[in-house]
């Protein structure tokens, strides 16, 4: 994907939405766990929806700057990794729990 590329030199966009979406993810969940948001939810539940606003707020990120400048078929690569990334992050979340 053209859009990964900085400085006339590709990068790989599969490790680069990893770490946004892993970074997101993180700081969300200590954000939140801050006194000032009363966030009262075990434990679970909240590492739930970090991952999933994580996953929102990166991708309506990406549809907002990539808006009108990339090819249906760059979004949908877009797309397939950061599904990708995200059920990665899920499973190794959770998939001790259950």
């Known amino acids: 994907m053209q859009f990964f590329s900085r400085n ?18 993180n700081r969300i969940t ?4 801050r006194e ?7 434990w679970g539940v909240k ?10 707020i990166l ?3 990406f549809e907002k700057i990539a808006e009108g400048q990339l090819a249906e078929e760059d979004k949908t690569g877009y797309y397939n990794l950061s599904d990708t990334s995200f059920s990665n992050m899920f499973n190794s979340e959770f998939s001790p729990v259950g």
């Open 30 to 33: 200590d954000d939140l766990d």
């Open 8 to 25: 006339k030199e590709l990068s790989d966009p599969a490790i680069i939405i990893n770490s946004c979406l892993e970074f997101l993810f």
């Open 47 to 56: 590492r739930f929806e970090s991952i999933v606003l994580a996953k929102f």
């Open 36 to 42: 000032g948001y009363s966030w009262n939810k075990p």
């Open 59 to 61: 991708d309506y990120s």
